[in-house]
């Protein structure tokens, strides 16, 4: 039996293509995109982007941020997804984990930027190198995120920045661009891979 033929759209159960009775379990998912299946990385994102979207934004605040956070994500997932181990908990878990501590990561890369701006030219007030360091990267790491959008078609960042930083459902996206569901899960999947390639990122 082909396994591709138990794939299933995810998006908070909004639609499943003919035959499909359930969801394809994340861990399996996962276990595709390690392999580069980026059919299944599309599925992954599908059903977990508004989680984790969610996730970013109550701990970052900032609605900007978020979304640079949330693609900082997605591409980690990309990158290290070989390196799950469902021996050591559930795979949303593991990707809930990620979200986390980049979320957390930004907000104290943050918060170290401004205490640096702020102390500026004040006695004994200086920011460590570690956190300095750090901020220096995080604003690289956006700026190429940012170029990286600006090198796909417009139709492209068009339906990605809808479903992947405004966390509407593949449905959603659809709908608002007036699109066959097929063509803005398209349009979404080739952008991903797009950026992936764009920033150099691989397994």
């Known amino acids: 039996m082909d396994p591709m033929s138990r ?13 499909a009775t359930r969801p394809v379990p994340l861990e399996q998912l996962l276990r595709r995109a390690a392999t580069g299946d980026e059919t299944a ?46 021996s050591k908990g559930a795979a949303l878990s593991w990707m809930l984990t990620i979200a986390h501590r980049k979320a957390v990561d930004r907000v104290r890369s943050a918060e170290a930027s401004r205490n640096r701006d702020e102390g500026y030219g004040a006695s004994n007030q200086d920011v460590t190198h570690d956190s300095t360091a750090e901020a220096v990267v995080e604003r690289l790491d ?12 417009p139709v492209q960042r068009q339906a990605l920045e809808l479903a992947y930083l405004s966390g509407y459902t593949h449905t959603e996206v659809a709908t608002m661009l007036d699109l066959p569901l097929g063509t803005a899960k398209t349009r979404i999947r080739d952008g991903l891979i797009r950026l992936r390639d764009t920033l150099g990122v691989t397994l």
């Open 41 to 86: 990385f599309a599925e992954l994102y599908d059903a977990v982007s508004s989680r984790l979207f969610g996730l970013v934004r109550r701990v970052v605040r900032d609605p900007a941020q978020s979304e640079e956070v949330t693609q900082e994500v997605f591409l980690e997932i990309w990158r290290h997804s070989a390196r799950f181990d469902p």
């Open 142 to 153: 956006a700026e190429r995120v940012h170029r990286a959008l600006e090198t796909l078609t």
């Open 7 to 19: 794939f299933s759209v995810v998006p908070s159960g909004d639609e499943s293509p003919e035959g």
